[in-house]
Nanobody, 117 residues
């Protein structure tokens, strides 16, 4: 049973930084492309950043240059370093794991990020 556990969310002021972590258990981490999504109240869930097993990364336009996704296969963990946070970054952030070569995907429970102005 694959489990994804996020941590690192919280309340910060505009311009500050946070680092989110997502630890996977129950499967082979390197077999998954990993992503971070977010969902603000009343809005659809959107992709924030994604990293493949080969460490190719993609970012939403709104976070490019401010956020950085990385992974540590030895620790079965994916990270999202968020710098220069803005109030519009406020959302629940979800970790996603996509099994390479399949449509199988897993989600974490989400972690709240709140940025005050």
């Amino acid at each position: 049973q694959v489990q994804l556990v996020e941590s690192g969310g919280g309340l910060v002021q505009s311009g500050e930084s946070l680092r989110l972590s997502c630890a996977m258990s129950g499967s082979i981490f390197s077999s998954y492309n990993m992503g971070w999504y977010r969902q603000a109240p009343g809005q659809q869930r959107e992709l924030v950043a994604r990293i493949t097993s080969g460490v190719f990364t993609t970012y939403a336009t709104s976070v490019k240059g401010r956020f950085r996704i990385s992974r540590d296969n030895a620790k079965n963990t994916v990270y999202l370093q968020m710098n220069s946070l803005k109030p519009q970054d406020t959302a629940v952030y979800y970790c996603n794991a996509e099994l390479i070569g399949s449509r199988l995907a897993y989600w974490g429970q989400g972690t709240q990020v709140t940025v005050s102005s």
